[in-house]
C-alpha cells in the first residue's frame, strides 16, 4: 500500500477582500468620521460657500461691471482720514464680504450649528459673529501673512498658513462663544435668575 504523500498546508492563505467589501468598509469608514466630526465639516463647507459667493459678487461687481450706477476702474475715491485709488475695488470689496458673512452666518444657523439652543438672541450672535469676521480678516488673515512673509516664508506658504491659523479662530469663536451649547451650569444660572425675578 503505497503512503499518502499529499500533505495538508501548514497555512491557509488569507483571502483578501473583494471591491464590494472594499467600498463598503471605506462607507462605514466615512459615515463614522462625518457622524464624528459633523460640525466642522459642515462649518467648512459653509465657509467655503461663503467664499464662493465672495469671489462671484466681486467678479461680477468689478470685472465684469455689471453695476451701471457704481464708479469706474481706477477712480480714486477721498475718504477723509485716506484717499483710496479704486473706488469701485473697495465699494465691491466691502459689498461682496457683507454678502459672504450674511451667507455663511444663515448656513451656520440654518444648517451646522441648527441642533445648538443657548436661548441668545439672533441679533446678538449675529453681531458677534460680525466682530468675529471683522477680527479675523482685518487682524489675524493680515497679520499672520505679513508675519510670516517678514520671517522669510514664500507668500503662497505664508497665505495657507494664515488660512489655517484663522479657520481654527474662527471655528474656536463660533462654537464657543457664538453657538456655544448650553450646560447644566447655565440652566442653574437661568434657573436662578428667574427665581430672583419672581421674588419671595
Same mark, same amino acid.
Given at each position: 500500500?503505497?503512503?499518502?504523500?499529499?500533505?495538508?498546508?501548514?497555512?491557509?492563505?488569507?483571502?483578501?477582500?473583494?471591491?464590494?467589501?472594499?467600498?463598503?468598509?471605506?462607507?462605514?469608514?466615512?459615515?463614522? @468620521?462625518?457622524? *464624528?466630526?459633523? =460640525?466642522?465639516?459642515?462649518?467648512? $463647507? /459653509?465657509?467655503? !460657500? &461663503?467664499?464662493?459667493?465672495y469671489v462671484g459678487l466681486l467678479a461680477l461687481m468689478y470685472d465684469l461691471a455689471l453695476v451701471p450706477f457704481f464708479p469706474g476702474k481706477g477712480e480714486s475715491i477721498d475718504l477723509l482720514i485716506f484717499t483710496h485709488s479704486d473706488s469701485l475695488f473697495?465699494?465691491?470689496?466691502?459689498?461682496?464680504?457683507?454678502?459672504?458673512?450674511?451667507?455663511?452666518?444663515?448656513?451656520?444657523?440654518?444648517?451646522?450649528?441648527?441642533?445648538?439652543?443657548?436661548?441668545?438672541? @439672533?441679533?446678538? *450672535?449675529?453681531? =458677534?459673529?460680525?466682530?468675529?469676521? $471683522? /477680527?479675523?480678516? !482685518? &487682524?489675524?488673515?493680515?497679520?499672520?501673512?505679513?508675519?510670516?512673509?517678514?520671517?522669510?516664508?514664500?507668500?503662497?506658504?505664508?497665505?495657507?498658513?494664515?488660512?489655517?491659523?484663522?479657520?481654527?479662530?474662527?471655528?474656536?469663536?463660533?462654537?464657543?462663544?457664538?453657538?456655544?451649547?448650553?450646560?447644566?451650569?447655565?440652566?442653574?444660572?437661568?434657573?436662578?435668575?428667574?427665581?430672583?425675578?419672581?421674588?419671595?
Open positions: 500500500m503505497r503512503p499518502n504523500l499529499t500533505r495538508e498546508p501548514i497555512y491557509q492563505r488569507a483571502s483578501l477582500p473583494s471591491s464590494t467589501e472594499v467600498r463598503r468598509g471605506a462607507w462605514v469608514r466615512i459615515n463614522e @468620521l462625518f457622524s *464624528r466630526y459633523h =460640525q466642522l465639516i459642515r462649518y467648512g $463647507l /459653509v465657509g467655503s !460657500l &461663503g467664499y464662493i459667493i473697495l465699494i465691491t470689496t466691502l459689498i461682496g464680504t457683507q454678502a459672504s458673512i450674511c451667507a455663511v452666518f444663515m448656513g451656520h444657523s440654518l444648517w451646522t450649528f441648527a441642533d445648538v439652543s443657548n436661548g441668545k438672541p @439672533l441679533w446678538l *450672535r449675529f453681531a =458677534q459673529f460680525e466682530a468675529r469676521a $471683522l /477680527v479675523s480678516t !482685518l &487682524g489675524i488673515l493680515t497679520l499672520t501673512v505679513n508675519a510670516a512673509v517678514l520671517a522669510g516664508v514664500q507668500h503662497y506658504v505664508a497665505v495657507a498658513l494664515s488660512v489655517v491659523v484663522t479657520f481654527t479662530w474662527n471655528w474656536l469663536w463660533d462654537s464657543k462663544v457664538v453657538w456655544r451649547k448650553e450646560t447644566d451650569h447655565d440652566d442653574e444660572d437661568q434657573r436662578r435668575r428667574e427665581d430672583h425675578r419672581k421674588g419671595p
